[in-house]
């Protein structure tokens, strides 16, 4: 079982940077896809990055591709989402959650949800 827990939101003018970090515990960390959602105020839940347990695969929303990056670092048990050239509509609360499946293709197949970090991008 793992448990993350995230870091690194703050207010941040738009064009600005911003790395989250999500730490987890637990010894399966390796095998386990690690994504970042995150959810505006009055929305749902939506997808932002996938990374495969290796690192060797990723995968963006349409929104954040080009801007966002995700790796991991499994000596660490740790993933990370670098944001750069931030939007407004970037503001969000980011979770991380971790998945048994290589390739999860739905939430529903993440699980190990922390409690999440605010981003805010101001105009």
């Known amino acids: 079982q793992v448990q993350t827990v995230e870091s690194g939101g703050g207010l941040v003018q738009a064009g600005g940077s911003l790395r989250l970090s999500c730490a987890a515990s637990?010894?399966?960390?390796?095998?386990?896809?690690m994504g970042w959602f995150r959810q505006a105020p009055g929305k749902e839940r939506e997808f932002v990055a996938t990374?495969?347990?290796?690192?060797?695969?990723?995968y963006y929303a349409d929104s954040v591709k080009g801007r966002f990056t995700i790796s991991r670092d499994n000596a660490k048990n740790t993933v990370y989402l670098q944001m750069n050239s931030l939007k407004p509509e970037d503001t969000a609360v980011y979770y991380c959650?971790?998945?048994?499946?290589?390739?999860?293709?739905?939430?529903?197949?993440?699980?190990?949800w922390g409690q999440g970090t605010q981003v805010t991008v101001s105009s």
């Open positions: 637990g010894r399966t960390f390796s095998r386990h896809t």
């Open positions: 959650a971790a998945s048994p499946l290589v390739v999860p293709r739905l939430e529903a197949d993440f699980g190990s």
């Open positions: 990374i495969t347990y290796t690192g060797g695969t990723t």
